[in-house]
């Protein structure tokens, strides 16, 4: 009775020390189930993550992009102020994709430091995104259209910001992305 008292079990979960007696910890984890076996391995939504921005965003920014600017010279305007808005934007968008290569590929590789990687990764994309929408302003457009096309970059933040947020929690949380990566940091390595 003394024993099992002074037993103290660490709870997988949330690392807390539970009593020796205790079936669940304060956190809601059975303590007597079998330990689940660890995630390792980019699948699931790791992989579809890893898919999205390594492989389906980039062609997809680089044909938006060359679309924009070739509308931009077939209307010789390249060197207007709608111009040089398009070419901040394209760049910003063209830089995004590329960080957005690299995030994937070292998710991909499981190199130490993707996840943290990652996180900036998408700190930087919602911040771009957010930025943008200052953009026909900072390139002092007419009056008459600079409301309307900054409505454009908000709708579009719009759509980015949620998706950014979720990924964001998914990276904190994920039990997959916890196990994955803290075994390509290990000692086995
Ligand atoms: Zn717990």
Redo the contacts with the bound molecule.
């Keep these: 009775m003394n024993a099992a008292e002074s037993t103290v079990v660490h709870?997988?979960?949330?690392?807390?020390d539970?009593a020796g007696d205790a079936r669940f910890?304060?956190?809601?984890?059975d303590?007597r189930a079998a330990p689940q076996p660890p995630l390792i391995g980019v699948r699931g939504w790791l992989l579809f993550f890893c898919i999205q921005i390594a492989i389906l965003a980039p062609p997809l920014t680089l044909l938006n992009v060359s679309r924009e600017l070739l509308d931009l010279v077939r209307l010789d305007a390249l060197l207007s102020r709608v111009g040089a808005m398009i070419l901040l934007d394209s760049a910003s968008r063209l830089t995004l994709a590329a960080i957005g290569v690299v995030a994937g590929v070292s998710l991909w590789l499981r190199r130490q430091g993707a996840v943290a990687f990652v996180r900036v990764y998408l700190l930087a994309y919602l911040g771009v995104y957010l930025l943008l929408i200052a953009l026909p302003y900072v390139c002092a457009l007419p009056a008459e259209v600079r409301g309307r096309v900054a409505a454009i970059y908000f709708q579009r933040a719009a759509i980015a910001i949620p998706s950014t947020i979720v990924w964001s929690l998914y990276f904190r949380t994920s039990r997959r992305v916890r196990d994955t990566y803290a075994a390509a940091a290990g000692p086995s390595h």
Excluded: I, K, N
Aim: overall charge positive; some cysteine; charged content about 10%.
């Design positions: 709870c997988p979960a949330c690392g807390r539970c910890c304060f956190c809601g984890v303590l």
